[in-house]
């Protein structure tokens, strides 16, 4: 099993910015690559942002110049840094593991509510 922990969700005022982490443990096998994933209310989860085992790095569209995602990989923690947040980046933010290119764990989310 694998257990991930988030922190780093609140709320905020357009342009402002945090700082989502995820540490994941227990048993970590093949990992393919670790990412967030974000659900708007009345919309489908949708990928923010991922990076690889190799450290290939992958982000939304809406995101990209504003958003980093990082990894320490002593630590199996991996972080968000999002700025100049906008009122759509509102959502639950999680946390996504994935191992052996097919198996997903997911984090319990954290809150994230920009206002304008």
């Known amino acids: 099993q694998v257990q991930l922990v988030e922190s780093g969700g609140g709320s905020v005022q357009a342009g402002g910015s945090l700082r989502l982490s995820c540490a994941a443990s227990?048993?970590?096998?093949?990992?393919?690559?670790m990412g967030w994933y974000r659900q708007a209310p009345g919309k489908q989860r949708e990928l923010v942002a991922d990076i690889t085992s190799g450290g290939s790095t992958n982000y939304a569209d809406s995101v990209k110049g504003r958003f980093t995602i990082s990894r320490d990989n002593a630590k199996n923690t991996v972080y968000l840094q999002m700025n100049s947040l906008k009122p759509e980046d509102t959502g639950v933010y999680y946390c996504n593991v994935r191992l052996a290119r097919r198996f997903d764990y997911w984090g319990q989310g954290t809150q994230v509510t920009v206002s304008s």
């Open positions: 227990g048993r970590i096998f093949s990992l393919t690559s």
